[in-house]
């Protein structure tokens, strides 16, 4: 197998030194560089496996970077995780909707950061076969065919909207959406929602689920996301 290449680009040292010395000793091949503007080069040059991206660069910040790169058909592949701050919840947002994969809020522990960085690079690895007719966790059951709900085996019954929701977090547990790309996902068939009305679709979604409720996690101030326990 060959080795995964990760670009970091932070401008704080010691946070790039931590970084480099746990994806290197990870397996990983690891570059950094110190600004947005060198990140957006070196990422258009390496087309790294996965780019590490602060939010908070000097010059050209992080969502810009981000911006750039999502859309650029070329570099659009590559996964995002971005480094951001206490209290950048709407640029998490943001950047989550340009289309970064995950972020990761400094201070953060080098084991949470680094099973962040598997899960993102499992995903690219992922099929888009792996599509079955029922969704299975612990307890919840999802028949995609029959729009169908389980928990503990009995049937719950769910309005459309729930249940596109349910499925379309459901389909990749871990990752957080925002509100906006909830909404995007779940529209059609003239069933156009609000951001609002997500908030309001979730609180009944958890109400029918009761036991299994927990699935759907909140992320403050950035959305939901569905935590397969
Ligand atoms: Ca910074």
Same mark, same amino acid.
């Given at each position: 197998?060959?080795?995964? $290449?990760?670009?970091?680009? !932070?401008?704080?040292?010691?946070?790039?030194?931590?970084?480099?010395?746990?994806?290197?000793?990870?397996?990983?091949?690891?570059?950094?560089?110190? &600004?947005?503007?060198?990140?957006?080069?070196?990422?258009?040059?390496?087309?790294?496996?996965?780019?590490?991206?602060?939010?908070?660069?000097? !010059?050209?910040?992080?969502?810009?970077?981000?911006? $750039?790169?999502?859309?650029?058909?070329?570099?659009?592949?590559?996964?995002?995780?971005? /480094?951001?701050?206490?209290?950048?919840?709407?640029?998490?947002?943001?950047?989550?909707?340009?289309? *970064? =994969? =995950?972020?990761?809020?400094?201070?953060?522990?080098?084991?949470? +950061?680094?099973?962040?960085?598997? %899960?993102?690079?499992?995903?690219?690895?992922?099929?888009?076969?792996?599509? &079955?007719?029922?969704?299975?966790?612990?307890?919840?059951?999802?028949?995609?065919?029959?729009? !169908?709900?389980?928990?503990?085996?009995? /049937?719950?019954?769910?309005?459309?909207?729930? +249940?596109?929701?349910?499925?379309?977090?459901?389909?990749?547990?871990?990752?957080?959406?925002?509100? @906006? $790309?909830?909404?995007? %996902?779940?529209?059609?068939?003239?069933?156009?929602?609000? =951001?609002?009305?997500?908030?309001?679709?979730?609180?009944? /979604?958890?109400?029918?689920?009761? *036991?299994? &409720?927990?699935?759907? !996690?909140?992320?403050? @101030?950035? @959305?939901?996301?569905? %935590? =397969? *326990?």
């Amino acid at each position: 197998m060959t080795q995964k $290449q990760i670009l970091v680009v !932070e401008d704080e040292e010691d946070i790039q030194e931590l970084l480099r010395y746990n994806l290197t000793k990870e397996g990983y091949q690891v570059n950094c560089v110190g &600004s947005g503007e060198a990140g957006l080069q070196e990422a258009r040059k390496m087309f790294p496996d996965l780019l590490i991206l602060d939010l908070m660069l000097p !010059e050209m910040n992080g969502l810009e970077v981000c911006r $750039q790169l999502k859309s650029d058909s070329k570099t659009h592949p590559i996964p995002i995780i971005m /480094l951001t701050a206490k209290g950048e919840e709407s640029d998490i947002v943001l950047g989550l909707e340009m289309g *970064a =994969d =995950d972020y990761v809020t400094k201070p953060f522990s080098i084991q949470v +950061f680094l099973s962040r960085v598997r %899960a993102v690079l499992r995903r690219g690895q992922e099929t888009e076969s792996t599509e &079955s007719d029922i969704l299975n966790f612990a307890d919840l059951q999802i028949h995609l065919g029959k729009h !169908e709900v389980r928990v503990k085996e009995e /049937l719950v019954k769910l309005t459309y909207t729930e +249940f596109m929701i349910l499925e379309f977090l459901s389909r990749r547990p871990g990752w957080v959406f925002t509100r @906006g $790309q909830i909404v995007d %996902a779940v529209r059609g068939d003239g069933y156009a929602i609000t =951001d609002r009305a997500v908030d309001f679709q979730i609180v009944g /979604l958890r109400k029918k689920l009761g *036991a299994v &409720s927990k699935y759907i !996690e909140t992320v403050r @101030g950035v @959305g939901y996301r569905f %935590a =397969d *326990a």
